[in-house]
């Protein structure tokens, strides 16, 4: 059974700062999503990482992905507090197949602070 | 990316009724997901819907609970049967696209009284 971990789970940050959200999961697969929850919305995709190396960066985010390591992470630059969200990662567990089910991590609770 | 849309948004009910979530996608897809999220907690994938098959439910969902249509390629039900206080969830649709992403509709937030 595929599991995701994330850490931390809770994260409270200054403006400003940096910080790296990592997620971990336990078998083998080549697509891991990471996804922006904002109180009472529905979750917006931010990245998805198909291959093992993949780096995509969309303004302060950047997410990477190692397969063989079986970790992806989300870095945040210079922090503000528009960021302040619930970020989930979700791993695909049929890898490389055509049904995209995912597990999701637990999420991260993100506070910047001014 | 596909627009999903979702009725109702949200909805108060009694226990040991039922309740239908429509989930309505702009253009066709193959596959659609529909998902629980449980008050404070992450999304679990409840079952897979093809279209003119019936649906494929993760372990821990029956159909019996959780009844499923999708009549064609834009269009979703999930029924929520014999509703209890812990069944209130966010329940969410979702579609992939054609670069491998997911979409997410914007949920239906159900409360049981």
């Known amino acids: 059974e595929l599991k995701v971990e994330q850490n931390p789970l809770f994260l409270s940050m200054q403006e400003g700062k940096n910080y790296t959200i990592y997620c971990n999961y336990s078998?083998?697969?080549?697509?891991l999503y990471w996804y922006r929850q904002d109180p009472g919305k529905s979750l917006e995709s931010l990245f998805v990482?198909?291959?093992?190396?993949a780096v995509k960066q969309e303004g302060r985010l950047m997410a990477s992905l190692d397969t063989k390591a079986r970790l992806s992470t989300l870095h945040i630059t210079a922090a503000v507090h528009d960021l302040s969200a619930t970020y989930f990662c979700?791993?695909?567990?049929?890898?490389?197949?055509?049904?995209?089910?995912?597990?999701f991590g637990k999420g991260t609770l993100l506070t910047v602070n001014p | 990316s596909a627009v999903i849309s979702q009725k109702p948004s949200r909805d108060i009910c009694q226990r040991g009724t039922s309740l239908t979530i429509q989930c309505q996608v702009d253009?066709?897809?193959?596959?659609m997901f529909w998902y629980r999220q449980q008050p404070g907690q992450s999304l679990t994938l409840i079952a897979t819907?093809?279209?003119?098959?019936?649906?494929?439910?993760e372990s821990g969902f029956v159909i019996d609970k959780f009844p499923i249509s999708r009549p064609n390629l834009t269009f979703s039900t999930l029924t929520v049967s014999n509703m209890s206080p812990e069944d209130s969830s966010i329940y969410l649709c979702?579609?992939?696209?054609?670069?491998?992403?997911?979409?997410f509709g914007d949920g239906t937030r159900l409360s049981i009284l």
């Open positions: 078998t083998t697969s080549d697509r």
């Open positions: 253009s066709q897809v193959t596959m």
């Open positions: 990482l198909l291959s093992n190396g």
């Open positions: 979700a791993v695909d567990r049929d890898s490389g197949g055509s049904n995209y089910k995912l597990t």
């Open positions: 819907a093809n279209q003119g098959s019936e649906a494929t439910y």
């Open positions: 979702s579609v992939e696209d054609s670069r491998a992403s997911q979409h």
